[in-house]
């Protein structure tokens, strides 16, 4: 059985950073998700801090240089993804949404993707819901329902089932996503199909029965 491709990109600049490590939690339970089904998952991970001065380049050039060129491909050859972003300003990160600039229109189209964002305090957190689901409608993805914002002090909670804290909302998010997929083929499975066209002539005569 073909294995799901699963691109999980990251907008974090530090090393090590929240947003990786949020990215890292979210991939791994939509991974342990899929396996309960018995469906495999091919994860690759997208740092955007190592393609900044790429994704520079390209809008003063207009050339993606072969490190981003790959990334993008990853990207929208992805069978579902996700992506985390720091908050800046009340709004997704400059780099975050220079790298999704690039990326064609309609290369998202009807494609599942995870929206979450990581930041102080969390003031920050309805930027998931008025910045970053907005810029994936636009791009025609599939949003989930459920995104996941991390602040600081978020990771030093386990929560419950009544305050739902950070593994409890990363774990509903990762249902979603492996719920949607484990409902659809892999894209690769899926062009393997050769397309079954019936001539004219036969759809007329069936339509005579």
């Not at 950073?17 to 994860?43: K, N, Q």
């Not at 993805?141 to 002090?153: C, E, G, I, R, S």
């Not at 593994?167 to 509903?172: A, N």
């Given at each position: 059985m073909t294995a799901f491709k699963?691109?999980?990109?990251?907008?974090?600049?530090?090393?090590?950073?929240?947003?990786?490590?949020?990215?890292?939690?979210?991939?791994?339970?939509?991974?342990?998700?899929?396996?309960?089904?018995?469906?495999?998952?091919?994860?690759?991970?997208?740092?955007?801090r190592d393609l900044a001065v790429d994704i520079a380049n390209n809008f003063v050039t207009g050339f993606p240089a072969a490190a981003l060129r790959g990334a993008i491909g990853?990207?929208?050859?992805?069978?579902?993804?996700?992506?985390?972003?720091?908050?800046?300003?009340?709004?997704?990160?400059?780099?975050?949404?220079?790298?999704?600039?690039l990326v064609d229109h309609d290369a998202l189209t009807g494609k599942p993707v995870l929206i979450a964002a990581t930041g102080g305090t969390p003031r920050h957190s309805l930027a998931l819901e008025y910045a970053?689901?907005?810029?994936?409608?636009?791009?025609?993805?599939?949003?989930?329902?459920?995104?996941?914002?991390?602040?600081?002090?978020?990771?030093?909670?386990a929560g419950d089932a009544l305050?739902?804290?950070?593994?409890?909302?990363?774990?509903?998010?990762?249902?979603?996503?492996?719920?949607?997929?484990?409902?659809?083929a892999p894209a690769a499975e899926a062009a393997a199909v050769p397309e079954q066209v019936v001539p004219f002539a036969e759809q007329l005569a069936a339509l005579r029965v």
């Open positions: 699963l691109a999980v990109v990251s907008a974090g600049l530090s090393k090590p950073s929240s947003t990786r490590l949020l990215a890292d939690r979210l991939a791994e339970s939509t991974v342990r998700r899929l396996a309960l089904e018995g469906r495999e998952v091919e994860v690759t991970v997208v740092e955007l990853t990207v929208t050859g992805a069978d579902a993804v996700i992506a985390v972003t720091p908050i800046f300003t009340a709004s997704y990160s400059g780099l975050f949404k220079s790298f999704f600039d970053v689901r907005p810029l994936f409608s636009y791009l025609r993805a599939v949003v989930l329902p459920t995104a996941v914002y991390a602040a600081t002090d978020d990771w030093g909670t305050t739902d804290g950070l593994p409890g909302r990363i774990d509903r998010a990762a249902g979603e996503l492996a719920a949607l997929l484990a409902g659809r």
